[in-house]
């Protein structure tokens, strides 16, 4: 159970609306138009009473009853409603946020990146509780085929989009595939130090309703790989945040700590051969600051960015 799902469980509400959403959420799930007697199976109702809920969802909109087949489908009220919350979804402060949760649960250091004019870009950098040394920071730009987040930016964004970035590293989108098809089975991408001595990533992408890479959360570490549980932590926090932007997968919502197959590669390391934009070596402090508001009672981050 997430801190949301725990904190809004303690609530009381109305049982009779909760009820009532189990047919949308049935609907949503069921991939296409459905009978009464299976959306009440489905919902976990008497028929009766589904017939009284889905006779005023369809009055308001929210469902729509084939006039042939008697099967109900959801309406255009919810298109209208997850439209007006695709317009409100401020996506880098929900992926700021989960970062800075993850890098207070984990105590690793933590970057944010999102796909820029130049490729997979760090926009946000959070240090862990241990000084990492690199000459990474905000503004670097990552290469695709050797780092962990440009490699979940080249799993989760289309062909057309990474082509000719990929193309500078004299490389072609099959060569990397079987990569590819690795990281979204496993969710997550790791590379060890190599080229950076002592380094080690593991990255995984906060996806939208189609399952784009809206933005990419990396956790790194030094002189030693990132931890299973960590990279597990990791596939968790990003997947809560991708449903928060509308992504959808079944079997996440069952069980979204679900283990994943632990992705390594021969890369050349952590973010293998950056492009920092300031070119200067840095040694990053141990932030003070730690985040101890539990996330839906945390306001929105003030940072501001896109894609």
């Known amino acids: 159970m997430t801190v949301d799902d725990k904190n809004c469980s303690e609530r009381r509400g109305i049982q009779s609306v909760e009820r009532g959403l189990k047919i949308i959420q049935a609907l949503q799930k069921s991939g296409g138009p459905m009978s009464l007697k299976n959306l009440a199976a489905a919902s976990g109702l008497p028929t009766s009473n589904c017939h009284r809920y889905c006779v005023s969802f369809v009055k308001m909109g929210y469902l729509q009853q084939d006039a042939r087949s008697g099967l109900y489908d959801l309406g255009y009220r919810l298109l209208e ?68 987040t440009g490699q979940v930016f080249l799993s989760y964004l289309a062909p057309r989009e990474t082509k000719l970035f990929l193309a500078t590293e004299g490389k072609v989108f099959t060569d990397c595939n079987e990569l590819c098809e690795k990281i979204r089975k496993a ?70 700590s679900r283990n994943r197959e632990q992705v ?44």
């Not at 880098?92 to 999102?114: D, F, P, R």
């Not at 590379?191 to 189609?210: K, N, R, T, W």
């Not at 549980?229 to 979204?256: E, P």
């Not at 934009?277 to 003030?302: H, M």
């Open 187 to 256: 969710g997550v991408a790791q590379v060890s130090g190599m080229h950076i001595p002592g380094l080690s990533a593991a990255a995984a992408p906060i996806l939208d309703a189609f399952g784009v890479a809206t933005s990419v959360l990396t956790l790194i570490a030094a002189k030693k790989a990132v931890t299973a549980s960590n990279v597990n932590m990791l596939i968790q926090y990003t997947q809560h945040a991708s449903l928060k932007l509308g992504w959808h997968d079944k079997k996440v919502s069952k069980q979204v």
């Open 81 to 148: 409603a997850g439209l007006a919350v695709m317009r409100r979804t401020d996506t880098i402060s929900i992926a700021s946020e989960t970062l800075e949760n993850l890098v207070e649960k984990t105590g690793q250091t933590g970057l944010l990146s999102i796909w820029g004019e130049r490729g997979p870009t760090i926009i946000r950098w959070i240090a862990g509780s241990a000084a990492v040394r690199t000459s990474l920071t905000t503004g670097s730009i990552l290469p695709l085929s050797t780092s962990a």
């Open 264 to 307: 390594s590669t021969h890369c050349m390391g952590v973010d293998g051969e950056e492009r920092n934009l300031q070119g200067t070596s840095i040694t990053r402090e141990s932030e003070a600051e730690k985040f101890k508001e539990p996330i839906c009672n945390r306001g929105k981050n003030s940072l501001q960015g896109g894609r």
